[in-house]
């Protein structure tokens, strides 16, 4: 089991930034990934930005060059540093971990969300 709890979020003009946070507990050993999704109004949730065990970094095309994801110095868990916002990047923004079981299958386990506004 993983517990993530997200915060961090709230209502920024655009243009401007946000950092949200996501502490990770529990069966963090066997972390394959921690990830961010956001779920905009009325559409299906999407990925974000992805950090691996390894350090390897992945970014949706829609926040490259505005996004960072980075882990949060030697605790378990990771920020996401959201700059330039813009109105579309308006969400509820979920942290997840992709776990790898004892029986080699994996795992997804879900923060509660933290939403985030952007105002033109």
């Known amino acids: 089991q993983v517990h993530l709890v997200e915060s961090g979020g709230g209502l920024v003009q655009a243009g401007g930034s946000l950092r949200l946070s996501c502490a990770a507990s529990g069966s963090i050993l066997s972390l394959k990934s921690l990830n961010w999704y956001r779920q905009p109004p009325g559409k299906q949730r999407e990925l974000v930005a992805t950090?691996?065990?390894?350090?390897?970094?992945n970014y949706a095309d829609s926040v490259k060059g505005r996004f960072l994801i980075s882990r949060d110095g030697a605790k378990p868990g990771v920020y996401l540093y959201m700059n330039r916002l813009k109105p579309e990047d308006t969400s509820v923004y979920y942290c997840?971990?992709?776990?790898?079981?004892?029986?080699?299958?994996?795992?997804?386990?879900w923060g509660q969300g933290t939403q985030v506004t952007v105002s033109s």
């Open positions: 997840n971990a992709l776990v790898l079981g004892d029986d080699s299958s994996e795992y997804d386990y």
């Open positions: 950090l691996t065990s390894g350090g390897s970094t």
